[in-house]
RNA sequence: GGCGGCGUAGCCAAGUGGUAAGGCAGAGCUCUGCAAAAGCUUUAUUCAUCGGUUCAAUUCCGAUCGCCGCCUCCA
């Protein structure tokens, strides 16, 4: 039984569609004005983990992602740069694509654009003002705090309890708002501003939360299943994506909250200050697999904090490497015919596991602990010579199921080697067998200059790259 | 000032009122002509500290110390 822990709540709750076999998730994506650090991207891979899993369950799916391709961070850069918006995020949005297809993350069936959506953002507003949950103050729109009593119920903020602007965040001489709390839904753009829409209530740019209601209503429905993004935006994005949408439908917005926990770095908050601040690029080009950083992103619960440390990731570049060698040597082992009922047992002990785990609010340590402990097992059933044939397809069915939620084992490719290092081998095998070792040796050490590792072992050699 | 989370072996960490998953690193072993690689085994009388509740606490309660986050830029 899958369960969630529903911020809404605050508690965890079995998850039930609302529809039947019907799932309809919004994670809310990045801002697209620059690369995706990797705080960004444990939580969109805790979005792609959520999205496998319901698809592991069975349940079809329609997964909404946004793009954020205007605020007033891009519009200002933009204008910097001298380009249009379109200009500015197009080299950023490839990259974010980029990327994140390299850390396995799937592709949603829909990923739309903030700027694609302005005349539904309006009609939200408008809907807004004519019920009284919006005012205008000199030319913007703001959301009226006081319309919606139920603000709050998302991130259980005591407004009474705060410092107004403790967070020194808060300027409240600079807009005419009949409370603090309220916020902007449609920011005024004078004649002389590049960026502007034309609406019934005046020209300007939507706020920041506006875009999410208006795309996830609008693909989702006024009421859907999931809606997931990074515990930063629990406030005041999702809460004010509650009340915007509610205000409007006067419909439940979602009935699951789900919120990922940001990552550390070395113990510490990721900052451009403090120099650990690193996007996936970054990773890479300090020679990291994507894979790695994956299995590192989801080794720890998503609703818990994740402590990246490059000793840590070093280590993730080990296991998979262990992990992937397991597969290869499972499907090239020469087994003998039959089903050996006791590995059959722990395969099947292995996979209800995995799944418990992650029905348990998506426990993914437990569950990669399910998938190891299958990999020792089998390792010494394969230098037992306990495996036989029925049960390597019975466990490469099992590493495959675990694996399309997991993400981590890559594709199994068949590796061609050139000619040249084939017969390099070769001779190194030919001169074992005539003893002559000072050449064998030879071999090796040149083999190991281009990449390519050997394996004695006692069906032969094996070799894989560094 | 208000609110929330965390502190488990060298590192990353899961977890539960009944005595500590998993991964990395380390060590030992197997294999090997030797290595390497690989595989296996092993690694916390103890869960920040101090009290309390309990037959029993890492797990519940309280205090203390330390760290992280939110309180209208944020994944």
Request: charged share 30%; aromatic share 10%; glycine share 6%.
């Amino acid at each position: 039984m899958l369960k969630f822990h529903n911020t809404l709540s605050g508690q965890l709750e079995e998850f039930q569609p609302l529809n039947g076999n019907e799932v309809r998730l919004y994670v809310c994506g990045p801002t697209v004005w620059s690369y995706a650090h990797i705080g960004n991207f444990r939580t969109f891979t805790f979005g792609d983990i959520l999205r496998r899993y319901l698809k592991f369950k069975g349940y079809r799916l329609t997964h909404v992602f946004n793009l954020t391709d205007v605020d007033d961070r891009i519009i200002n850069e933009a204008a910097k740069a001298e380009k249009s918006i379109d200009e500015f995020t197009a080299p950023f949005i490839d990259a974010f694509w980029e990327d994140s297809d390299a850390l396995g993350i799937e592709r949603p069936e829909i990923a739309p654009r903030a700027t694609h959506h302005i005349p539904e953002m309006i009609r939200i507003i408008e809907t807004l003002l004519e019920n009284g949950h919006a005012y205008e103050s000199e030319g913007s729109i703001y959301y009226r705090i006081s319309a919606f009593p139920e603000y709050g119920k998302l991130s259980k903020i005591n407004f009474a309890g705060n410092i107004s602007g403790a967070s020194g965040r808060v300027d409240t001489d600079k807009y005419d708002k009949e409370n603090a709390q309220d916020f902007a839904l449609w920011k005024f753009a004078g004649a002389d501003e590049a960026t502007g829409w034309d609406a019934s209530f005046g020209r300007g740019r939507p706020g920041w939360h506006i875009e999410c209601s208006a795309m996830a209503m609008k693909y989702l429905g006024e009421t859907f299943d999931i809606h997931a993004g990074g515990i930063d935006l629990k406030f005041p994005h999702h809460e004010n994506e509650i009340a915007q949408s509610e205000g409007a439908s006067g419909k439940i917005f979602a009935k699951y909250w789900l919120h990922s926990e940001h990552l550390k770095v070395e113990g510490e908050t990721m900052s451009k200050s403090l120099g650990n601040y690193f996007t996936f690029r970054d990773l890479l080009a300090k020679g990291y697999t994507p894979t790695a950083i994956r299995y590192l992103l989801l080794s720890v619960p998503y609703h818990k904090q994740l402590n990246f440390t490059f000793e840590t990731l070093d280590g993730a570049e080990h296991t998979l490497e262990r992990l992937r060698d397991f597969r290869k040597r499972l499907n090239e082992a020469k087994l003998s015919c039959g089903d050996n009922q006791d590995l059959q047992k722990i395969a099947k002990k292995s996979l209800s596991d995995f799944e418990a785990a992650m029905d348990d609010n998506l426990n993914s340590s437990v569950a990669l602990a399910a998938l190891h402990n299958l990999v020792r097992e089998v390792n010494t059933s394969l230098a037992n010579d306990t495996v036989l044939t029925a049960n390597r397809d019975f466990i490469l069915q099992t590493i495959d199921k675990i694996d399309s939620v997991l993400g981590i084992f890559g594709e199994e490719k068949e590796e061609i080697l050139d000619t040249e290092i084939e017969s390099l081998i070769e001779e190194r095998q030919e001169a074992r067998r005539n003893r002559n070792f000072a050449r064998s040796d030879e071999i090796r050490d040149l083999l190991s200059e281009k990449g390519i590792v050997l394996e004695d072992t006692k069906d032969g050699v094996r070799w894989k790259r560094k």
